[in-house]
């Protein structure tokens, strides 16, 4: 039997006070792909719904992020010595140790000992777990500002035997500053909600990295530390589980479709924008999507499309949004929130 949840109306004040996104010069076509990989015109276009994407070119992990770090703090009106938190939230980090986050805080030149470091990994979901968690930490006080931050460089780990999978990611990153919401201010978390189904822990992997399939470890093959991706067993599998599961997150929040004014989801392919838009009832101008143009950025998904929203217009203080999405695991996450 399915366990029930009770939940408080109460929200969590806490707002998006800054965002920012960096995009990698190098910008790759389908068509370049499409000659490169020997596929036929207009393949991956066609299956994808991914018309370009940008590649790293020289850029790091850290760099990209300190960019759209830089970008969220001069929106947000902070400086850098008001941060007392820097979290990492992407699936690639840029060394095993140490963390993501603390490279950040040096390359951005804030001051040594004056912040917090730490990273989180929820795969595709890593930057609305690490916003469920901070905004938490945030609201009761631990921290009053702090700048979450994904960045992804995956056309690195491209499986180019897996030709939907290889064209399908690009590189970016995204930053946001997250401060608690003043006197007056509409800004606000009202609900939260992951489930993992780890039936599908092996239908997207990387196996390589870790202790089981390590580096040093002569058995270690080439492939493992590639991109591994069952994309239809996946949708199959997706497809049954989100639309009850955000049936049921929006009963939770006590929304109406009426009352969001736009919904955020990952960037994971075109059919998946589009089912989940056609399956939880939204007109296609209330869902958005940069897939064409960027490609799935995984973890930066997300919070790349959340900022490319804001810049045009698409996105106002005191929208209501859904941002949904999935990520291996297999997770499924929502977040209900007043922008």
């Known amino acids: 039997m399915a366990k029930t949840h009770q939940f408080p109306n109460t929200p969590l004040p806490v707002k998006i006070a800054g965002l920012g996104c960096y995009l990698p010069e190098r910008v790759v076509s389908s068509a370049q792909l499409e000659t490169e990989l020997e596929i036929p015109t207009g393949w991956i276009e066609q299956v994808t719904g991914v018309r370009e994407r940008r590649y790293a070119s020289g850029e790091t992990s850290v760099s990209m992020a300190a960019a759209a770090a830089r970008r969220a703090l001069a929106m947000a009106g902070v400086e850098l010595d008001e941060v007392d938190a820097f979290v990492g939230a992407s699936t690639g980090p840029q060394q095993a140790i140490p963390c993501t986050a603390a490279f950040l805080q040096r390359e951005l030149g804030a001051p040594d000992g004056g912040s917090a470091c730490f990273d989180i990994n929820a795969t595709c979901l890593s930057f609305v777990v690490a916003l469920q968690n901070v905004a938490h930490l945030v609201a009761v006080g631990v921290y009053r500002t702090a700048l979450i931050f994904s960045s992804e460089i995956a056309s690195i780990s491209r499986n180019l035997n897996e030709r939907e999978s290889a064209v399908l990611f690009g590189d970016s990153a995204a930053a946001a500053v997250i401060q608690r919401a003043g006197p007056g201010e509409a800004s606000a978390i009202w609900h939260t909600r992951f489930a993992t189904f780890s039936s599908g822990a092996d239908l997207t992997s990387m196996q390589g990295g870790g202790t089981l399939h390590h580096p040093n470890d002569p058995l270690t093959t080439r492939e493992m530390n590639t991109f591994h ?111």
Not at 260 to 286: C, K, N
Not at 317 to 322: A, E, K, P
């Open 229 to 339: 991706m069952d994309g239809p067993q996946v949708f199959k599998k997706a497809t049954r589980l989100v639309g009850p599961f955000v049936d049921s997150f929006l009963a939770e929040t006590g929304w109406e479709h009426s009352a969001i004014d736009l919904v955020v989801p990952h960037q994971a392919s075109l059919h998946g924008v589009e089912w989940v838009a056609r399956r939880m009832g939204f007109a296609p101008e209330r869902v958005f999507s940069n897939l064409a143009e960027r490609g799935n950025c995984v973890s930066v998904s997300i919070p790349l499309a959340l900022t490319e929203a804001l810049e045009q217009g698409r996105v106002k203080r005191g929208d209501r949004l859904l941002l949904v999405g999935s990520g291996a695991g297999l997770t499924l996450g929502a977040m209900a929130l007043t922008f």
